[in-house]
């Protein structure tokens, strides 16, 4: 049976990277990625926490509105 398209699809849009990766379904069930805590990640006190990814540094930050910001 196909799948019926995302709504991205049914609007016209194309698809972009991050969409279809979003938008994948495989025949397995899905599992819901996993869920970290924001207070976990910044648990020692600091609004500013690095993480290394493919050769390259960013910085996930909380902001002064408690949003939070990935910058490389």
């Keep these: 049976m196909p799948t019926p ?8 849009i194309a698809p972009t990277r991050r969409s279809r990766h ?7 069930p899905a599992t819901p990625p996993p869920m970290v805590d924001s207070t ?3 648990s020692g006190g600091g609004a500013l926490l690095r993480i290394a990814h493919a050769d390259q540094v ?3 930050r909380i902001t002064r509105e408690n949003k939070l ?4």
């Design 22 to 28: 979003l938008d994948r379904r495989d025949d397995a």
């Design 40 to 42: 976990t990640l910044f």
């Design 69 to 72: 910001i990935l910058t490389k």
């Design 5 to 12: 398209p995302s709504d991205a699809h049914a609007a016209g």
């Design 58 to 60: 960013y910085l996930l």
